[in-house]
C-alpha cells in the first residue's frame, strides 16, 4: 500500500516545535516566584519590544529577530510564550486593552445621566488610552487593519465589537429617558469619533498644531447630550 509522502520540516520549523514542546513540558512544574517574576518580565519586555517595531516598521515588515534584539532575549525565547508574529500582535491587543474594554463595559451598565457619564468615559480615554502606549496599538490598527484582515477582525471581536455593545446600551437608556433623540443610540460611532480623530491627529499633525484632547471630547459631550430644548 502506497503511503502519501510526508511533508518535511525545515529546521526553523523544527526548532520552533521543540521550543513549544519544552515550554508545554515545563509550563506545568512549579517554579520559584523568582523564576516566575522572571518568567513575566520577559514575556512584558517581549510584547514591549514588539510594540516598538511594529510602530516603527509597520506589521508586515517588522521581523521577530529585531523584536528579540530590543527585548534582549534570544529569538527562540519568543517561540516559549507566541507562536507567531500575528499570535504576538494578538496578545499585544489583548494584553493592553482588554482590561479597559472591560472597564468600559461596566460603566456601561451603570444607570446613571448619560451626560454624566460620557463625562467619565472621557477622562477614562484621555487617562488610559491617550496618555499612555494603548494609542500606538489603535493608530497600528488603523493603519494596518485593511491590509491584514485577519488582525482586523481579532480587533473587532476583542475590542471594537465590546466597546460599541457596552455604549450602545448605554444609549439606549439614555434614550428611553428622553436624555438623547433615539437614533443616536444607532450610532454609538459617533460618541467614540473625537478619540479616532485625536489619535490620528496626534500621529500626522500633532506638531504643527496640538490638540487639547480632553477639551475637544467635552465640547463633543456638550453638543451630544446638552439638554434638549422644548420645541
Known amino acids: ?68 534584539r530590543r527585548a534582549g532575549v534570544a529569538k527562540g525565547t519568543i517561540y516559549l510564550y507566541f507562536r507567531d508574529k500575528e499570535s504576538l500582535f494578538q496578545e499585544l491587543i489583548r494584553t493592553m486593552l482588554t482590561p479597559l474594554v472591560g472597564t468600559i463595559e461596566a460603566m456601561g451598565e451603570a444607570d446613571v445621566p448619560v451626560a454624566l457619564l460620557a463625562d467619565r468615559i472621557v477622562d477614562l480615554f484621555v487617562r488610559e488610552v491617550y496618555e499612555t502606549r494603548r494609542k500606538d496599538v489603535i493608530r497600528l490598527m488603523i493603519t494596518e487593519g485593511r491590509r491584514f484582515p485577519k488582525l482586523a477582525e481579532f480587533y473587532y471581536r ?3 465589537s465590546r466597546v460599541i455593545g457596552a455604549v450602545r446600551a448605554l444609549l439606549r437608556r439614555a434614550a428611553a429617558r428622553g436624555e438623547i433623540p433615539e437614533g443616536l443610540a444607532d450610532y454609538p460611532q459617533i460618541v467614540a469619533a473625537p478619540g479616532l480623530v485625536a489619535i490620528v491627529w496626534s500621529g500626522l499633525f500633532e506638531r504643527f498644531e496640538p490638540l487639547d484632547v480632553r477639551k475637544m471630547m467635552r465640547t463633543h459631550v456638550e453638543l451630544l447630550f446638552a439638554p434638549r430644548r422644548a420645541t
Open 158 to 160: 476583542e475590542v471594537l
Open 1 to 68: 500500500m502506497l503511503h502519501p509522502p510526508r511533508s518535511r520540516k525545515t529546521p526553523a520549523q523544527r526548532a520552533r516545535r521543540k521550543l513549544a514542546a519544552e515550554a508545554a513540558r515545563t509550563a506545568g512544574l512549579p517554579g520559584s516566584p523568582a523564576r516566575r517574576t522572571r518568567s513575566i518580565e520577559r514575556r512584558d519586555a517581549i510584547l514591549s519590544a514588539a510594540l516598538d517595531e511594529f510602530s516603527i516598521r509597520g506589521f508586515e515588515a517588522a521581523r521577530l529577530d529585531d523584536v528579540a
